[in-house]
């Protein structure tokens, strides 16, 4: 079972995330910020992640720890899990669409960390959410896990759409990328032998 644990503790915050990469997508999401919880569910039910988050964090300042803090501990819990990376894809792509959204991301699970973001919001804010955290959480989330990501919305108007299309998308390339390839017979997808 390709599993992760992570327990982070600061001043800010206080995260425990569990995941199982090989599951159903079966998630029991608590962050304290409510979008960010909508976010998370979907995360996990299009990667077919199994995913436990909790997260006590100082949301009475805003979400900025929580989000951010909460993408280092999912990355570092993802990185666990793959280990060696042996026998995975490695690479995906994919445009995801959210009525007139159009996303794309790419990943390399390289164990070289990069995030390319290229997502424009007309908005300030979903809610009561800061659409700038978007771009944090995926920052944390690629340079802990360990990933070349690279995210950019072709087009789009609605915030919610545009937010739920770079999660949506990050999900389903994951799903592929971290998928073990039974034509690698168990293998480092690299010329050089170790990712
Ligand atoms: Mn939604």
Redesign the pocket.
Known sequence: MRSGEVKRRTNETNIAVSLHLDGTGKAEIASGVGFFD?MLD?FARHSLIDLTVTVKGDTQIDDHHSVEDTGIALGEAVRQALGDKKGIRRYADIHLPMDETLTRVAVDVSGRPFLVFRTEFKAQKIGSFDTELVREFFQAFAMNAGITLHVETLYGDNA??IA?SCFKGLARALRQALEVDPREGGRVPSTKGAL
Do not use: N, V
């Open positions: 909508h979907l919610h759409h739920e």
